[in-house]
């Protein structure tokens, strides 16, 4: 634009920093749609993260250009609102399908996701997206699970170490105390020394007899001689 006037200057740099700051942009055309829908549709899609905002389809395609997106100007035919998020993309792309589903005059023509200027299909797909809710709940359970795994085998060591003293305990008592008490091939007591081994004291009786005896023997000989 030659020349510009300062209000229109004003516009372009507040589309341009909408562009900027918000997560994604999606693009209608509200044709019919009355000022008292207009209203309804902004609260609504404001619960989620979207400001529905109407400019000159001129001072937009400027803004557009300046932000790097001069592919969006195909987009800009016809009156044109603009969402822009700053919360759950795919949460403001539902609303606005949900919206159009039951006020066809309501059309969706495509967007920026990012920095990339998306259509009308990739627009609706956006829309079938899980909210950033779902996710982050699919994202916890995913999390949790493996935890819940850790948590019910910790859970079942003391058990089954429980279980195997008991049969342990059950076994040795099924054995008996002799089987308790050595290892199996083994003998179940060692033999007392001093019941396998003769008594010194009766050894050396025994030996003093059997002296006595061959003496009394040898002086019963002599005598016999003489």
Partial sequence: MDNPRPEKVAVVEEVREHFSEANAAILTEYRGLTVKDLAGLRRLLRSNGGEYKIYKNTLVALAARQSGLADLEPLLEGPTAIAFVTGDAAAVAKTLRDYSRTNPLLVIKGGVLGDR??????????????SREVLLAQLAGAIAAPMQQMAGLLQALPRNLAYGLAALRDKLESEGPSSAAAPDGAPATEPDAAATEPDAAATDTADDEAADEAAESTDQESTETE
């Fill in 117 to 130: 200027v998306i259509g009308s299909p990739e627009t609706a797909a956006l829309a079938d997206l899980p």
